[in-house]
């Protein structure tokens, strides 16, 4: 069963962003995730919720998800965002 990472992304320092960018999109590639959303521009249908950025990677499954979440490229990118960007990130499980 498929598995999403659902991350609410607020850049602030976009020339750094990029290093993160490199870095995490080798990363998602290498364990096998793809990217569904990288999206700057949203709408507000219903509710408060109004992200700055929004960006949706797939997995084969909750556990390709997890591995990918504590894998070394990922903490690695997790260190070249530190003081980047601010992130909001959730895992959900598809149907």
């Known amino acids: 069963m498929p598995a999403y990472m659902i991350s609410d992304v607020n850049v602030i320092n976009a020339e750094r962003y990029e290093d993160y960018l490199a870095a995490i999109s080798e990363a998602v590639q290498k364990h096998g995730g793809r990217y569904l959303v990288r999206a700057h521009q949203t709408k507000v249908l219903e509710g408060n919720w109004n992200p700055a950025r929004v960006v949706v990677?797939?997995?084969?499954?909750?556990?390709?998800?997890e591995r990918f979440y504590s894998s070394e490229q990922f903490l690695a990118a997790r260190e070249l965002?530190?003081?980047?960007?601010?992130?909001?990130?959730i895992l959900a499980e598809g149907v």
Request: net charge negative; glycine share 0%; proline share 0%.
């Open 81 to 89: 965002r530190q003081n980047v960007a601010m992130v909001n990130m």
């Open 57 to 65: 990677i797939e997995f084969a499954s909750m556990a390709d998800a």
